[in-house]
């Protein structure tokens, strides 16, 4: 089950990830609430947080997510994800290696800063 959090800004779609994660939690859950933020953001960040009680998730909810992040490379502007499932804190981290400064796994107990990293303002660079 994947539930869609509140209090974040309406650029962050953020989602937990509880029990067995399907194919159509992505369809009924993920896929409308970040498209619907595309149609008032031209970038969106993600905070997804994978809870305790998590067990496994569907191949047909890994090929949703993949198609929806193919779908977007270009519409996302940072995302923070909080685990501490082993084999997802590495998938995060091979992704982070391809996106440098746009994806950060935390664990668990950093669940707060994760927040904080995810809704902060871009750092602005001046020459």
């Known amino acids: 089950m994947i539930e869609a959090l509140k ?4 650029n962050v779609a953020a989602f937990a990830y509880h029990g067995h994660v399907t194919k159509a939690d992505y369809e009924t ?9 595309l149609t008032r953001h031209k970038r969106v960040r ?35 994800v909080v685990t501490d499932v082993e084999w997802i804190k590495q998938t995060g981290k091979f992704f982070a290696f391809m996106m440098p400064g746009m994806l950060h796994v935390f664990p668990t107990d950093e669940a707060a800063k994760a927040r904080d990293w995810v809704v902060k303002p871009p750092t602005v660079i001046y020459d």
């Open 7 to 10: 209090d974040f800004p309406d």
């Open 29 to 37: 859950v993920v896929i409308p609430d970040i498209e619907d933020k």
């Open 46 to 80: 993600l905070y997804a947080q994978i809870a305790p009680d998590f067990t496994g998730i569907d191949p047909g909810a890994v090929w949703e997510d993949t198609k929806l992040g193919a779908s977007h490379f270009l519409s996302w502007e940072r995302a923070a």
